[in-house]
Structures are given as structure tokens and as C-alpha cells.
């Protein structure tokens, strides 16, 4: 057996992560679940994605069971994929497909389809992540079912993609985009050290943030203790993306960021 780790936007506040461990729990007690997170933006489909990216190189191998589905119950396909890493279970609307590709890429793709691993739904389909998605994860973690007994296969390339910014020449400068608020107020972008140092910053020296008409001066810093409490500053995040922090403070809240929002860098 190997575990599931599982994703979703559906907060903790009802019941329907509980439901979706038990479903998986009645199908084979002995599984491991790992809650990644279900504080996924509800319904931000990107934000799903991009957890999954930032998550999946440190999860153990196995079967991702991925839940952000605004879609749900509509035309969208409910797909499970196998990769090098091991299966990905979720909607097929883009979700999935940035960790697919990190992975390896897709060597099966299935749409969910044979009722034998689906629990009927009592009311409307709109909850799939108990229907449809825990009961294939379920199966296919414990072994019980083989990823083509889930239903008819797709073309490998079929999966929907989810496009994701890059950085652009601005000027003197890059325009990037904020892709992630953690719980602190540290505010991830797409910008790579790479692309600063090609603009002929360095770590140590300051770089200029321009947001919208407003320009700030921050260190680009190793750590959040190199500077004084209630600076800004830039550093590489655990991730290995440039990201905008104060220290002991909300670079969200100071700057008024979210996610979406464009930046320009200059050295």
C-alpha cells in the first residue's frame, strides 16, 4: 500500500474532509492519509495547482488526491494519471497538470468512469471528492484496483493544462506576478534568482520594487534577520523563488498585494 496525499480547498470548518477520509478508511482501514492542506482559496484552481507544484517534491510516493473543482458536476472529466511519482486522482481542469508535468509527465491517463468505484450519490453530484475521487484514490493506493479498471483511457497529452505567467522585460527591469500569500504575509513570485541576477542585481545590494506608480528600495536578503524588524526586503524562499517579506510583519498588508498582482523588479 502507499499514501494519499490530499489536497483540496474544502476547509475544515464542515465535514467533508472527515467524509473523505472515512470513505477512504472504509475501503481499506490500513491506508496513510497525509493532509497537505484544505486551505486552498476556495475554488482557485491555480492556487491548487501551484500547492501541489510547490508540495509534491517532498511528498512520499504514491497517489495525490487533488480536490479543487469548481466545475463540479458539470462536463469536466474526473481523471485519475500515472506518472513516474505515482497516480494523480482530481478534476480535470488544470489542477494537476503542472505537478504531472514536474514529475515526468503522464504515462496513463483514465476518465473515472466504471460505477464499481464510485459511491452513488444520495442527492446531486456536487460532491465528488466523496463520490468519485476518495474511492479511486482509496483503490488505487491499496492496491485493489489497476489505474485501467477505473475507466477508458485518454491521449497522455489530453490533460488540461494550467498556464502559468512568465516573467516579461519591462524596461530596465522585469514585470513578474505575485503567485502566493503564505499565512505570514510573505508574498512568492514567479521571479527566479536567475532572472535578478541577469538584471545585474546581486544578494546584499538593494533592488527596486515598483507596484503600480510606487517604488520601494528593498535589501535582497539571505534571511529575515539580515535586515531590522518592520523592513521589507526580498529573499529566495524555501521554494527557490524570489518572494517579497517584512520582517516580523505582513509584506501583504504593507504593500496591499494579492495574488495576481503585478510587479516590476529593477537592479
Known amino acids: ?115 464499481r468505484f464510485r459511491i452513488p450519490a444520495l442527492g446531486g453530484s456536487t460532491f465528488d471528492g466523496r463520490d468519485v475521487f476518495g474511492p479511486a484514490a482509496a483503490v488505487l493506493a491499496s492496491g485493489q484496483a489497476a489505474i485501467t479498471d477505473l475507466g477508458p483511457t485518454l491521449p497522455n497529452e489530453s490533460l488540461s493544462p494550467m498556464l502559468l505567467p512568465l516573467v516579461e522585460p519591462e524596461g530596465n527591469g522585469i514585470r513578474g506576478e505575485v503567485w502566493w500569500l503564505d499565512q505570514f504575509g510573505n508574498c512568492q513570485t514567479n521571479v527566479s534568482a536567475e532572472d535578478l541576477t541577469a538584471l545585474g542585481a546581486s544578494p546584499g545590494r538593494e533592488v527596486t520594487l515598483q507596484i503600480g506608480g510606487t517604488e520601494h528600495n528593498l535589501p535582497w536578503v539571505a534571511a529575515y534577520g539580515e535586515v531590522e524588524p518592520s523592513q521589507l526586503l526580498l529573499h529566495l524562499d524555501s521554494y527557490g523563488l524570489i518572494a517579497i517579506a517584512v520582517r516580523e510583519g505582513s509584506a501583504a498588508e504593507r504593500l496591499n498585494l494579492a495574488e495576481g498582482h503585478q510587479i516590476v523588479l529593477k537592479a
Open 1 to 115: 500500500m502507499r499514501p494519499i496525499s490530499f489536497l483540496s480547498d474544502f476547509g475544515l470548518t464542515d465535514e467533508f474532509v472527515g467524509v473523505v477520509h472515512g470513505v477512504i478508511a472504509r475501503i481499506e482501514p490500513e491506508l496513510r492519509v497525509i493532509d497537505v492542506t484544505h486551505g486552498v482559496q476556495r475554488g482557485n484552481v491555480r492556487a491548487g495547482a501551484l500547492a501541489l507544484v510547490r508540495a509534491v517534491q517532498y511528498l512520499p510516493e504514491g497517489v495525490a488526491l487533488v480536490v479543487v473543482d469548481p466545475g463540479v458536476g458539470t462536463s469536466r472529466r474526473p481523471i485519475a494519471a500515472l506518472t513516474p511519482w505515482g497516480h494523480f486522482v482530481g478534476p480535470d481542469n488544470g489542477v494537476l497538470a503542472p505537478a504531472v508535468a514536474m514529475v515526468g509527465g503522464a504515462s496513463e491517463v483514465v476518465v473515472l468512469e466504471d460505477e
